[in-house]
């Protein structure tokens, strides 16, 4: 069965310190790849999102990440952190043969302090 | 568009009692999800609608639970017979069946069942 890994469940950082959280995924075929956020008291919105082309991708808010197919990777990343970037992200993947549905990681806390 | 949203945000409801949650798309999209999410994990994919024809359940939904969509626009999860594993966020996505099929969140229903 598919399963998306995230590496940390919580992660505590200063404001301008770097970010990287670690997303792994087990299956082998085509697959999209997405970064979604959550800030307190709201919804899950998309940061960014792998379809193909440039494994290199860029969201909102200063984020990127990074696909590495030989990985099974897809790294979010950013180089200088806010306290507004608090929040919890997941990492989500959908196989192309699977009407859209999405298997979600666990998700990872971000707390940036000031 | 006003985005997804779902109604209502909480519910707090006895064992045994059966519940309906609404979920309302954004108008243009073709394709609804639910999720459910407990503490500390990620969504978990529940059912699926292209339109108002509902394409894939997942086996975490009972026979206690039922969803419709039935003029391919707003959706309904119903869970009969409520059990305290029940609590949990259950979450809403809409999305074209083109482009990716990048999903939409709406802010969820809270459900607790005491």
């Known amino acids: 069965a598919q399963s998306v890994s995230q590496h940390n469940h919580h992660v505590i950082l200063s404001e301008a310190a770097s970010l990287e959280l670690g997303c792994n995924y087990s299956?082998?075929?085509?697959?999209?790849l997405f970064w979604y956020v959550q800030y307190p008291g709201q919804h899950l919105q998309l940061l960014l999102k792998y379809f193909s082309g440039d494994p290199l991708v860029k969201g909102i808010k200063g984020f990127e990440a990074e696909f590495i197919k030989s990985k099974f990777s897809f790294n979010l990343r950013k180089p200088s952190v806010q306290w507004s970037d608090t929040a919890e992200y997941f990492c989500?993947?959908?196989?192309?043969?699977?009407?859209?549905?999405?298997?979600f990681g666990a998700g990872t806390q971000v707390v940036v302090t000031p | 568009d006003t985005g997804v949203s779902q109604n209502p945000r909480h519910k707090i409801t006895k064992r045994g009692q059966n519940v309906t949650f609404r979920c309302d798309p954004i108008?243009?999209?073709?394709?609804l999800y639910w999720y459910r999410q407990t503490l500390g994990q990620g969504p978990e994919f529940l059912t699926y609608f292209q339109n108002e024809a509902q394409l894939e359940k997942s086996r975490l939904l009972s026979d206690r639970f039922s969803a419709e969509r039935p003029k391919g626009s707003f959706s309904t999860l119903e869970i009969q017979r409520t059990e305290q594993r029940d609590s949990a966020m259950y979450r809403c996505a809409s999305s074209l069946s083109s482009g990716g099929n990048e999903q939409y969140f709406g802010p969820g229903t809270r459900l607790t069942v005491t």
């Open positions: 299956y082998g075929g085509t697959v999209n």
């Open positions: 108008s243009e999209h073709n394709r």
């Open positions: 989500a993947v959908n196989r192309d043969d699977s009407w859209g549905k999405l298997q």
